[in-house]
């Protein structure tokens, strides 16, 4: 905290003159490269000096300060530096390293929110970006990472009816009478139909189902990572999960030989269990 204090008191021209100036010419600089880019130039102070053992001018001519500023704004989740960064660094690192069999566009999708997003209590990895070297270089390894994770994520990927064996078989079921019916009437049936309807889904259905309910992305982050209103995210969700249930309800319907009103009572006590349901074969889907 020291440096970055010490940073604010000379941008403020408290301290340090020449110091305060190269700060605002670094901000100068950084708003004409990334035009369109809202981050307070404190915010930004603050961030270049959590990455500088000294407070000096000659400390500072050692970082790249336009690519934190990128970096930065993106931490705080600016739509603008979100869209520069994609197109400066993410995609061009992807389409130069990635296989076209291992999808490009899912695995960009993946690294937006691999390196953009905060994961539970942990920072977004680009946080992680220290300025000593190009932006476009730190994305170039995390991208070659991601697709190391990837390939042996692969190998020991099990199939989602393996994973579905489990989906009623917890204690909540046991402890309910009418699920433990439908576990043992219907149970393989709805495992069986429920995977067979993920795989019906599209990509970007089965990418937001995942991305919500599996890794929590709130919607005004599936907003930011697509560069969308909140409102069109949430009905993309929606969406999304009208068609997981419509074909799940079809899949069923097919494989169980019951009138309209049994199929109904079965689908109803067995969607009840669809939070837990997308999580394990939404995480299991090959392409995800």
Request: overall charge neutral.
């Amino acid at each position: 905290m020291g440096c970055a204090n010490a940073l604010i008191a000379a941008f403020e021209d408290a301290d340090d003159a020449e110091l305060g100036a190269r700060l605002r010419a670094a901000v100068a600089s950084a708003r004409a490269v990334w035009p369109g880019v809202v981050l307070g130039e404190h915010a930004f102070v603050h961030h270049v000096g959590a990455r500088l053992e000294q407070a000096s001018v000659a400390a500072l001519d050692e970082l790249r300060t336009d690519d934190l500023f990128l970096a930065c704004g993106c931490v705080h989740g600016d739509v603008a530096a979100l869209q520069h960064f994609d197109r400066f660094a993410l995609a061009p690192a992807v389409a130069a390293h990635v296989d076209a069999d291992m999808g490009r566009d899912e695995l960009q999708q993946q690294l937006r929110v691999r390196l953009l997003v905060r994961q539970h209590d942990a920072p977004a990895r680009i946080e992680q970006y220290g300025g000593r070297g190009s932006l476009r270089a730190w994305t170039r390894i995390a991208v070659l990472r991601a697709i190391k994770d990837e390939r042996r994520a692969r190998s020991r990927r099990p199939h989602a009816l393996e994973l579905a064996d489990g989906l009623l078989d917890d204690a909540a079921v046991a402890a309910d009478p009418e699920l433990e019916q439908v576990r043992a009437r219907h149970g393989a049936a709805f495992r069986a139909a429920f995977a067979a309807a993920v795989a019906q889904l599209d990509a970007e259905a089965r990418r937001l189902l995942r991305q919500h309910h599996l890794h929590g992305l709130t919607l005004d982050t599936l907003a930011a990572i697509y560069g969308i209103h909140r409102v069109t995210a949430a009905r993309r969700l929606a969406r999304a999960r009208e068609a997981l249930l419509e074909a799940t309800r079809v899949e069923l319907l097919r494989r169980l030989q019951l009138d309209a009103s049994e199929l109904a009572h079965a689908v109803a006590a067995m969607m009840s269990r669809l939070e837990l349901s997308v999580e394990r074969l939404l995480a299991s889907r090959d392409d995800l």
